[in-house]
């Protein structure tokens, strides 16, 4: 067998992923590369040029979203939405800034990560990233109507706070901003890190890590590729590294430590995936409404959260995603699609809980595995939020409504007091609805010990001194918001260890 | 080490089962009836070029199912899938769709994603519902 050839490289710190985690860990430690400190970010995706983001629909998830953003788990019944490119998910989000709930993260009674200091940390990135609500004369109808109907109903509605600066409301925020408005990592912390000293290295796909060492293989640009080509020329790395953060993502930075083998020692490592499956709910109104344009993502309603797990967001998808999220098809599914102006959109999410089935393997390709089963909670989050979207909708003057969880799925106004008795009753079958998750959370849980977790409080890998995770991976169980600034918290505190951990070493 | 199964470009999926995908696809979407020849090339060159990099099982499950819709009406109807009425094809697919066998509602929805994948993610698809984003956004809105 022909042996692989390795070209050398050596740093202080390799940071894997440039998201939400890996920007933040990339930015707080740059300053020291003042002092000769050399770290590197190693980013498996392209970094686009700010003219190559067009808006188009399926050329831009190919070149932004792994799997295009149909990552399909084990059962094929959800798809994963995540980014792969400079920036990571910061690239294809709507730049909802959430503060950590207090309620969950007393929950999650992590021994050692106080609520306090999350809270403090996810603020300064709020500072940071020009986290603000939007004005009024920015919220387009989609927003309003989902406003009105929650008001008629007596819901609590409300704003969310994003992080744009100079939003023309493209309404494209999924595809990556064509005006670079959105404040995420790859427009705020990686250039920073980068401007200190930092070298970041795109198209470069950490394969496993052994000892200090990162393996890594960067590939070619191919014709018709966007994005800019790697620094580095194509072909396979061997770096010595005297510290390894790993910032990969949910499914990423799980996999990556599952194929390197640190599962032998780690038997939660995997283990604990949530990911807020979600599915649309759409609905026609009698005339056109401003849908298409301004920020898609303006609002939310939380209210359910405890008591009924799920969540509703306003949003605005693209045909492609819109008519994949429909169920169904043929002449019922085509005149929701030819109303797409009319149309108002709801994302419900449900809130899911660690069960131990829903966790991240990897194939014997080394590849991710991602295990998912609905659990009864989920689909009674996903079937109730369903139906209060439709009602939502109905209250704010919809004609009528697409309802998944209905095996006749389209409702009239007139029949929507049906809606009670599809709840008693709904057509949920895995495999038929359009589940999808962009939330990934877990897989490298924080906890106390190796029994019950992959790192502490800080990050640091049980038992592997130089090795730590940033991401939100680190969650041990749901979130139940918007995650990036939790993460962006949690990174920052994971940054703040591996300095004092370097200055302790020295 | 990682594998690379899933990074070799495949040859083309379809061309063996053309007839029975179009016939799936315009029962999916009976607008794809309206589509000449030229619309039919980009719709199955969009699906062509989402399935280039998956694992090659895969897409060998795909032409393996589509096989399946074109012979499965012969024990009911007596007739292939790409011979039947749009009444007795929505029946075919809505049997799949609804099937209690969990992979086989897996493989139709699937086949129904390539197929709104390849109509709406074509331009031409995408205005014909009156989908016309502008990345300048309300400025776009007010100069209309």
Redesign the interface.
Known sequence: MKRRSYARRSFDIVIIGSGAGGGTVAQELSPLCRDGVRIAVLEKGPKLRDEE??????EMA?ALYED?G?FLTA???MTLAFGSAYGGSTVVYTGTSLLPPERVLRRWNVPGLAFADVEQRARKYVAENNVHLLDES?LNENNRLFVEGCRGLGYRVQQFPVNLKG??????CNLGC??QAKRGTDRVQLPRAERNGVEVVTRC?V??IENKKVFA?VSEKREGDKGERSTWEPGDYEIDAKVVVVCAGAVNSSALLL?SGFGRSLPRLGRGFTSHPAFIMVAEHDRPI?N???HPKSFYLDQFAESDHFLLETCMY???I???AMV????E??RF??A??RLQMILVLACDEVDDHNRVTVN????PLVHYRFTPAVIHGLVQGAITSAKISFAAGAVRAHVPVSYAPTIERADRERLDQIAENPDF????L?ISAAHLQGGCAMGSGPEDSVTDSDGRVHGVPWLYVADSSLFPNSLEINPYLTIMALADRVAETVRKDMNAAL | MLGTTTKEPSRSVLAPVRAVFRAMVVTVVPEAKQLDEPGWLAVEALVEDALEFRPRALRGQLQLFLRAIEWLPVVRYGRTFTRLGDMQRSRVLRYLQDHPVERIRCGFWGLRTLAYLGYYGRREGAHGIGYRPDPRGWEAVQSR
């Open positions: 983001f067009n808006g188009r629909e399926v190919t295009g149909g059962e094929q019944t920015l939003c023309r409301g493209s309404s494209l064509p005006n796909e394969q496993r293989r194929r401003t298409s344009v301004g693209f045909p492609f819109t008519a994949k169904g098809f043929g002449e599914h085509s699609m030819r797409f102006p014997g390709d080394g590849r079958k895995p495999g038929k359009s």
